[in-house]
């Protein structure tokens, strides 16, 4: 999922994968996820790790109003600190404003 600049509302398209992950995670109940919420350089770390929180809380929340219970779902933000694109500009920043799921346990 991404995201606008200093936001964490889901997008139609964000919540329109999401009801396509919730439904593959009601096949294989046993899965656990870890959400990690992300964000490009700007604003302070503090900042970024609040944010990135918020992103990360939003795709869960939304997960569990599709039905999956929330024992499956864990959250964590990283800020800045572990960008996907390296680089100091919008095509780079706008590809590190995510949430994205980690498969924990099957």
């Known amino acids: 999922m991404f995201f606008d600049t200093d936001s964490y509302e889901l ?3 964000a919540k329109t994968k999401l ?9 294989y109940p046993t899965v656990k996820i870890l959400v990690e919420g992300h964000c490009d350089e ?5 900042y ?3 944010l990135g929180e918020r992103r ?8 569990i109003f599709l039905g999956i219970s929330a024992d499956r779902i864990k959250t964590i933000s990283y800020g800045e600190e572990r960008p996907f694109a390296l680089g100091h500009d919008e095509s780079a920043w706008r590809l590190n404003r995510r949430a994205h799921f980690v498969i924990t346990a099957r």
Not at 56 to 63: C, H
């Open 11 to 13: 997008k139609p398209e």
């Open 56 to 63: 990360a809380n939003a795709v869960r929340d939304y997960l």
């Open 19 to 27: 009801a396509e992950n919730a439904a593959w995670l009601q096949k």
């Open 48 to 50: 970024n790790l609040a």
């Open 42 to 46: 700007r604003n302070t770390r503090e």
